[in-house]
């Protein structure tokens, strides 16, 4: 579980909510003292137009969930002891494969 990463990743995505909507980080600061922005995705993919019947579907063999267990796990190695390994240095175990993190990159 690596910290310093969702550390860096939260940094990243606060940095382009405060572009995009920093009425949002304003208002998540002012009520909790300690703010993480976690990118996640249930499905992993975007809808997609079905010409057939004209509506949004999301075809079940793209979906493809991304750090959805990241805030609890987060939560859990940050907070708890010896619940969770977790190594803060820059070289520990990431979320998921190395197609999973690009994917959620918000840079």
């Known amino acids: ?19 995009v909507a920093p009425e949002l980080v304003s208002a998540a600061e002012d009520a909790f003292e300690r703010v993480i922005f976690i990118p996640v995705s249930a499905i992993g993919t975007s809808p997609v137009l079905d010409p057939a019947s004209g509506l949004l579907k999301v075809p079940v063999a793209r979906i493809a969930p991304r750090w959805v267990t990241v805030p609890f796990i987060y939560t859990l190695a940050r907070w708890s002891t010896h619940l969770v390994s977790s190594d803060k240095s820059e070289g520990d175990a990431s979320f998921g494969t190395p197609s999973d993190s690009a994917d959620m990159d918000p840079s």
């Open 1 to 19: 579980m690596s910290i310093k990463r969702v550390d860096r990743t939260s940094d990243r995505i606060r940095t382009l909510l405060c572009e």
